[in-house]
């Protein structure tokens, strides 16, 4: 939920609320392909703020921003930001005014990192499935 709203940095603050109702949006989506009545609880997330990269991505598209999950589809120098998960929490990382900046909840505040430190958590988590790269086209990347 930090992270969502880190990288927005725009308009209201998404809610525990609004990402409870992804939540349980995409469990009955779920439901409805499985039919089983079986269904892994907590899968996408619980009110704790802990969300899975599902309910993540749906925020972000409620929020207009265009997402790839592919590594290959991001670049550095032309790409709005990205979210990845280093193992405990999804931490946002996107440009402002030109500069990287690193919003991680669990720090004292924003840290502007480089590009090459960019290109080191690129390489340290993109290859890996605990990353989210996000891209938009409709924002300039001075933003």
Do not use: C
Not at 20 to 26: E, R, S, T
Not at 37 to 59: C, H, I, P, T
Not at 112 to 121: A, F, K, P, R
Request: hydrophobic letters at 40%; charged letters at 20%.
């Amino acid at each position: 939920m930090n992270a969502v709203n880190n990288f927005r940095q725009e308009g209201p603050l998404y809610t525990r609320e609004f990402f409870q109702d992804i939540v349980a949006n995409l469990e009955a989506e779920e439901r409805n392909v499985i039919d089983t009545g079986e269904l892994d609880e907590g899968a996408y997330g619980s009110e704790r703020g802990d969300y899975s990269v599902d309910v993540l991505e749906q925020a972000l598209v409620f929020a207009q921003y265009q997402t790839s999950r592919r590594f290959l589809d991001f670049n550095v120098d032309s790409s709005f930001g990205f979210i990845y998960n280093p193992g405990n929490h999804w931490i946002a990382v996107r440009r402002v005014q030109n500069q990287w900046v690193e919003f991680d909840s669990m720090a004292t505040g924003p840290v502007v990192i480089t590009q090459s430190e960019v290109i080191d958590l690129l390489n340290d988590y993109g290859m890996h499935l605990r990353y989210w790269f996000l891209y938009n086209n409709n924002k300039s990347i001075s933003d």
